[in-house]
């Protein structure tokens, strides 16, 4: 685990937020909200950050997991079966701020600002 993780999920998905917000499922468009609902990751520290449509079939959907405070990539089929799951700690982002964020760290919607480049967003 480490930077190797990061590596992997911006090498085969790119940056963050490089997908859309909509993916075609079985002939219907589905957004980011409806995937997440399927996945039953409503959870108010799950936030979604894109859907991709893989080259080689499938789909993909990241999300920050903010009780794990990582930054998660499903790999599914059109029968939502996951068939890959990445993680990668979202330290691996941020570097020193996560460790300088504090009780921050803890606050889903704050990691995905810093992630952003809004740190001071984070400021509630």
Do not use: C
Request: aromatic residues 12%; hydrophobic residues 40%.
């Amino acid at each position: 685990m480490g930077a190797r993780d990061k590596e992997l999920i911006e090498g085969r998905f790119g940056p963050l937020w490089s997908g859309g917000d909509g993916i075609s499922v079985g002939g219907r468009l589905r957004t980011l909200m409806e995937v997440k609902r399927t996945f039953d990751l409503m959870a108010d520290d799950v936030v979604a950050i894109d859907l991709q449509e893989l080259p080689e079939g499938g789909f993909a959907f990241r999300f920050y997991d903010g009780d794990d405070r990582r930054i998660v990539v499903y790999v599914f089929d059109a029968d939502w079966e996951i068939l890959e799951e990445h993680r990668a700690h979202i330290a691996e982002w941020l570097g020193d701020r996560y460790y300088d964020s504090g009780a921050l760290a803890f606050d889903p919607e704050a990691m995905v600002l810093f992630l952003r480049g809004r740190p001071e967003g984070a400021n509630r």
